[in-house]
């Protein structure tokens, strides 16, 4: 059965002159319009194509070979570019903009906003729908991440304690202030790492390795940077956090651990203002 609002592989089924028919099995034959057909590898009836599907202005399936920004069940940062008395439009990258109900807004938006949204199949009428009310589609699982564990973040808004995020798109979790050494914004995808599961069951983030792998992968760029800069780079312990984490994505406190283990072994000097390679 064809999937709206997600890839599909398709056969082809017709050829005509606006386009490609599909079999979209109980929906039919399935419209691929011409403009949407690759000019590269002409298709053949019998040919199986990977489309995308959504709902015309009349409500049909439409298949297409554009790239949306987010399918059924995903989670995207959209951009506000219509509103109306029926609801927000956003461009989430097809012809015909994804519908936001005045009804799922989270807080009031303007057109230019942008706003993280969770994309879900109306039941009664198929439409492809926005919302921006989260909670009901995450935590729904139990999470099963270890502490260290690398994850995909999607970062949604900034609280009192830091910013909230999406894990791998199941769970919630909070990247508290210590733990933003960066600039972040909401919509922003970052990797990040599993820093605790409180007993509570919420999550703590991090922006960073954990552990002896953090320390360890921040020294090879250090000395990998004093190779490359004739064995001097002009920071040290000293240095502001803001341009640490400029120069090798890190906090300030893994750059100590950093040094201070290759100072240890003895490949570097530690200056007030700069690190030298022996």
């Not at 959504?54 to 995903?74: N, W």
């Not at 999550?203 to 953090?214: C, D």
Request: charged share 25%.
């Amino acid at each position: 059965m064809a999937l709206i609002g997600r890839f599909n592989s398709l056969q082809v089924v017709k050829h005509t002159d606006f386009g490609l028919y599909l079999d979209g099995g109980p929906d039919g034959e399935i419209l691929l319009p011409n403009r949407y057909v690759p000019k590269d590898e002409p298709s053949e009836v019998g040919d199986w194509l990977n489309v995308f599907l959504y709902l015309d202005s009349e409500d049909r399936p439409l298949a297409t070979t554009l790239k949306p920004k987010v399918q059924v069940g995903g989670f995207a940062s959209l951009k506000v570019v219509e509103i109306n008395r029926v609801g927000l439009f956003l461009d989430w990258g097809l012809p015909k903009d994804l519908l936001l109900p005045h009804s799922e807004e989270k807080r009031p938006l303007q057109v230019g906003d942008y706003c993280v949204v969770h994309v879900y199949l109306d039941k009664r009428t198929r439409r492809i729908t926005a919302t921006a009310r989260l909670d009901r589609y995450l935590d729904t699982t139990p999470a099963r991440y270890k502490t260290g564990q690398e994850v995909d973040l999607l970062v949604v808004e900034r609280t009192d304690l830091g910013f909230k995020a999406i894990i791998n798109g199941q769970h919630w979790g909070l990247i508290h202030k210590n733990e933003v050494f960066k600039f972040l914004r909401n919509g922003m995808r970052e990797k990040g790492y599993i820093k605790e599961i409180r007993p509570d069951g919420k999550i703590s983030l991090s922006l960073q390795p954990q552990g002896a792998e953090a320390v360890s992968g921040v020294g090879e760029q250090i000395l990998a940077a004093l190779r490359a800069e004739g064995g001097v780079l002009n920071l040290s312990d000293k240095s502001p956090p803001e341009v640490i984490s400029q120069r090798f994505g890190v906090s300030k406190g893994n750059f100590k651990k950093a040094i201070g283990g290759l100072f240890k072994q003895g490949l570097i000097r530690i200056e007030d203002d700069r690190i030298e390679l022996i």
